[in-house]
């Protein structure tokens, strides 16, 4: 039995290092992407990094909301997906289009 429990806080430890560096990953990313955003004097090459990093920071937001819930199995849609979508469209610049209702996206 102790066996299995030290093969189970291994598996805890390996999760952890992996969450941490994904999101070291992402956050690497999302730098690069904003410091290339401020080099470019195009505005339009500009704001296609910007609009890169906000996807990506989305994509942050995803996989912070999935990891903090340990009990998958159990997830409630109706909990989970309403707060995820209000995020993800926070990030965007084009934000004013999207409406939500009940949870769904409405793209005006």
Same mark, same amino acid.
Request: proline fraction near 2%.
């Given at each position: 039995m102790s066996r299995i429990n030290a093969l189970l806080g291994e598996k805890e430890l390996i999760l952890k290092e992996v969450h941490? %560096? @994904?999101k070291n990953d992402l956050n690497v990313i999302?730098?690069? &992407?904003?410091? !290339? /955003? !401020?080099i470019f004097q195009d505005p339009a090459v500009a704001a296609a990094f910007? +609009?890169?990093?906000? %996807? @990506?920071?989305? #994509?942050m937001v995803? =996989? +912070?909301? &999935?990891? #903090?819930? /340990? +009990?998958? +199995?159990? &997830?409630? @849609?109706? !909990? =989970?997906f309403p707060s995820l979508i209000d995020e993800i469209?926070?990030?965007?610049?084009? %934000?004013?289009i999207v409406k939500t209702k009940k949870g769904l #996206?409405? &793209?005006?």
């Open positions: 941490h %560096r @994904v999302n730098s690069l &992407l904003s410091i !290339e /955003a !401020e910007q +609009d890169t990093g906000l %996807r @990506v920071q989305s #994509m995803l =996989y +912070d909301k &999935l990891y #903090m819930n /340990a +009990d998958y +199995d159990k &997830l409630s @849609v109706t !909990e =989970y469209i926070s990030n965007f610049p084009n %934000r004013s #996206m409405i &793209l005006l």
